[in-house]
């Protein structure tokens, strides 16, 4: 496991923002098409670029705010928890009742 976790959740978050920017914009477009084709007839270029740029950050925030749970540099495993565990007792920690598979392949 890397020592330093930071390098790649700041990485994800680069890639994130990037994407999400790409994303709100693509989806302005697909969206609102015709409101952009209006605007640009109407010699009003200043309006569909202020929107996309406002869409492009709000996809970036959600694709931000999206990271999993297993990037973030707190993260920590739930085997670093347990510490070590014999063969058996790693079986029973997930264990619950319904899993009458394992009794019939263990007796």
């Not at 990037?18 to 640009?40: D, E, H, Q, T």
Request: proline fraction near 4%; glycine fraction near 6%.
């Amino acid at each position: 496991m890397k020592a330093n976790k930071w390098s790649d959740f700041l990485f994800a978050l680069a890639v994130r923002f990037v994407c999400g920017f790409v994303l709100g914009c693509f989806a302005y477009a697909i969206f609102f098409f015709k409101g952009i084709l209006r605007s640009f007839s109407h010699n009003n270029t200043h309006a569909p670029f202020i929107l996309m740029l406002i869409c492009g950050a709000v996809g970036s925030i959600v694709a931000m705010c999206q990271i999993p749970h297993w990037q973030r540099p707190w993260y920590k495993r739930q085997t670093d928890e347990l510490g070590e565990l014999t063969p058996d007792e790693a079986l029973n920690v997930y264990r619950t009742s319904s899993d009458d598979r394992i009794d019939r392949f263990t007796e």
